[in-house]
């Protein structure tokens, strides 16, 4: 009986990874084979491979008169940009502090930042909407990205650097400290060559989830300032008809970008994740 039992048991795990697999897959490949299909096709068979392929959906997303996809894209590749470039050098220095701080005082600041993953973004989203009106930050990008800074994306990078520095020898720190090294200049020039990994895993991290963030621009910029293209493809859903092909080529357009990015990055990314894996 157990030799017939194993067999069955590992065909059950594998017919449930393969579900599990196909539920991760499907709306991917639905969405990618949708970009270039017509209208009828997608409406007769989603999953249908495009026969004949055409690229008319992505003539029409680029060829918009109200421009959504190129202001979209611009504006999503400036936010990310911009609350990356902000939050990176803003978390690893934080994260330095805090490791050579006292293991108390090292606990009650970690604590701090724990809220920050703790509370979810929704539930502070109105008042940081409040507090950018009052400081006449609100339809701003600035007030956009200074609410990014904030909460749980600055506690997430401050984490991963934090037990990344865990990693780097006291030795390294102590030479520089003895060759006359200040804090500053420790941080830039030691510190963070060193937590290169953590800093790809963490642009990587970052910049997809401010990418793909819908509530923030939506409430904080608001349809008068502009549109990221995640707010740009909500747009495009109409009240009484969609045009699913030319949606759906908005769609492919604006995941182009990030794509990209993790493939120019992977490298460092994977390797990051091994660093702190193996250490």
Same mark, same amino acid.
């Given at each position: 009986?157990?030799?017939?039992?194993?067999?069955?048991?590992?065909?059950?795990?594998?017919?449930?990874?393969?579900?599990?697999?196909?539920?991760?897959?499907?709306?991917?490949?639905?969405?990618?084979?949708?970009?270039?299909?017509?209208?009828?096709?997608?409406?007769?068979?989603?999953a249908?491979?495009?026969?004949?392929?055409?690229f008319?959906?992505?003539?029409?997303?680029?060829?918009?008169?109200?421009?959504?996809?190129?202001?979209?894209?611009?504006?999503?590749?400036?936010?990310t940009?911009a609350?990356?470039?902000?939050?990176v050098?803003?978390?690893?220095?934080?994260?330095?502090?805090?490791?050579?701080?006292?293991?108390?005082?090292?606990?009650?600041?970690?604590?701090?930042?724990?809220?920050?993953?703790?509370?979810?973004?929704?539930?502070?989203?109105?008042?940081?909407?409040?507090?950018?009106?009052?400081?006449?930050?609100?339809?701003?990008y #600035?007030? !956009? *990205? &200074?609410?990014?800074?904030? /909460?749980g994306?600055?506690?997430?990078? +401050?984490?991963?650097? @934090? =037990?990344?520095?865990?990693?780097?020898?006291?030795?390294?720190?102590?030479?520089?400290?003895?060759?006359?090294?200040?804090?500053?200049?420790?941080?830039?020039?030691?510190?963070?060559?060193v937590?290169?990994?953590?800093?790809a895993?963490?642009?990587?991290?970052?910049?997809?989830?401010?990418?793909?963030?819908?509530?923030? #621009?939506l !409430? *904080? &910029?608001?349809?008068?300032? /502009?549109?990221?293209?995640?707010?740009? +493809?909500?747009?495009s @859903? =109409?009240?009484?008809?969609?045009?699913?092909?030319?949606?759906?080529?908005?769609?492919?357009?604006s995941?182009?970008?990030p794509?990209?990015?993790?493939?120019?990055?992977q490298?460092?990314?994977?390797?990051?994740?091994?660093?702190?894996?193996?250490?």
């Amino acid at each position: 009986m157990s030799t017939l039992r194993i067999p069955l048991r590992r065909r059950g795990h594998l017919a449930s990874a393969m579900l599990v697999t196909a539920a991760y897959i499907l709306p991917v490949y639905v969405a990618l084979v949708s970009a270039f299909k017509t209208q009828d096709q997608i409406l007769a068979n989603p999953a249908a491979p495009p026969a004949p392929f055409t690229f008319d959906n992505i003539i029409k997303a680029l060829s918009r008169p109200d421009n959504l996809v190129q202001g979209g894209l611009g504006n999503s590749v400036f936010v990310t940009a911009a609350t990356v470039v902000l939050l990176v050098p803003l978390a690893s220095a934080v994260s330095f502090y805090i490791s050579q701080r006292t293991p108390k005082v090292k606990a009650a600041l970690l604590a701090f930042f724990a809220l920050g993953l703790m509370v979810p973004p929704q539930v502070v989203l109105l008042p940081i909407v409040e507090l950018l009106t009052v400081i006449g930050l609100d339809h701003t990008y #600035p007030g !956009l *990205i &200074l609410s990014n800074i904030g /909460g749980g994306y600055l506690s997430f990078a +401050v984490f991963v650097y @934090v =037990g990344f520095l865990r990693t780097v020898p006291p030795e390294i720190i102590e030479a520089a400290r003895v060759d006359g090294a200040g804090d500053v200049r420790l941080w830039w020039q030691v510190i963070m060559p060193v937590v290169r990994p953590a800093t790809a895993t963490v642009s990587i991290f970052l910049g997809l989830w401010v990418w793909n963030d819908f509530l923030n #621009p939506l !409430l *904080i &910029l608001g349809p008068l300032q /502009g549109q990221t293209i995640t707010t740009g +493809v909500y747009l495009s @859903v =109409g009240g009484y008809s969609t045009d699913y092909g030319q949606l759906f080529g908005i769609m492919f357009l604006s995941a182009v970008i990030p794509v990209v990015g993790y493939l120019v990055s992977q490298r460092e990314f994977i390797h990051g994740l091994m660093s702190g894996a193996s250490k």
